[in-house]
């Protein structure tokens, strides 16, 4: 008996070990995504947002500043009828002096396991269910090849609809701009680069790099998005020259 009796033993402790750690995943509760992204007519956030772009043919960098509003306007049905929300946006000067100018509209859509934004006819996955450390889920499927060929010629978007978004972590804090945010979860969703900052500036460099955070109650808090291209045009008319974009914007207000 005494030859079996560690064998038992070990049996035990294995079924014991076994039948916690069912218990632990069976007992983990996701939030619901609509604590982090809220749906409610009339709610406002306003952002200060740095963009940031290529002029004189891609020879020169500017970063133009101001203060943008999303407003969540009412219901809709869209055009796969489901219920949408209409957020429209709204630009004015970083001081705030001047009167807000409409500057378009997207669309949110929740659904019962992940929320979509279509801007720009452009349809992504922003948030997926369960918000846990290092859940990952395909967040551009939908977008078609190239989705930004119309408007740059870079490489960036190539493979978009591959990119593997992931919470990095569970919510924590997060500060920015002199602003302190709480119960905040990051959104990864892509960071690449070649020969950024640019050494050797004979060589090909790019970017891409995009990250969301959002904030328990109040939504959508920090906002980096860039994606660009620089080519060294040797022998070219002008010489090096980049193509592309970047923003970079933080929540300053909400309601």
């Known amino acids: 008996m005494r030859i079996f009796y560690p064998v038992r033993l070990c049996l035990l402790a294995f079924s014991s070990i076994a039948l916690f750690s069912c218990n632990e995943k069976e007992s983990f509760t996701s939030a619901p995504l609509s604590d982090y992204l809220p749906l409610t007519a009339r709610k406002f956030i306003i952002y200060r947002l740095d963009s940031m772009v290529f002029t004189n043919f891609g020879r020169s960098t500017e970063v133009h500043k101001y203060q943008v509003k999303d407003l969540i306007d009412t219901m809709i049905t869209d055009n796969l009828g489901r219920s949408s929300y209409r957020v429209y946006r709204f630009l004015r000067d970083t001081a705030g002096t001047q009167p807000w100018q409409p500057a378009g509209s997207y669309f949110i859509t929740p659904l019962a396991d992940q929320v979509e934004v279509v801007e720009d006819n452009l349809r992504?996955?922003?948030m997926h269910l369960p918000l846990r450390n290092g859940f990952s889920w395909k967040g551009n499927k939908y977008l078609p090849a190239d989705p930004y060929g119309p408007l740059f010629n870079f490489s960036n978007d190539d493979s978009m609809e591959d990119w593997d978004y992931y919470y990095d972590g569970d919510a924590g804090s997060f500060s920015?701009?002199?602003?302190n945010y709480a119960d905040v979860f990051s959104v990864e969703q892509i960071d690449e680069s070649f020969n950024v900052p640019i050494t050797t500036p004979t060589a090909y460099a790019a970017k891409s790099r995009s990250v969301e955070k959002y904030s328990k109650n109040i939504g959508l808090i920090y906002r980096e998005y860039e994606l660009w291209e620089y080519q060294p045009n040797p022998?070219?008319?002008g010489g090096p020259y980049k193509?592309?974009?970047?923003?970079t914007m933080w929540m300053v207000d909400h309601n």
């Open 124 to 126: 992504f996955i922003k």
């Open 235 to 237: 022998g070219g008319a």
């Open 176 to 179: 920015y701009g002199g602003f």
């Open 243 to 247: 193509t592309g974009f970047g923003i």
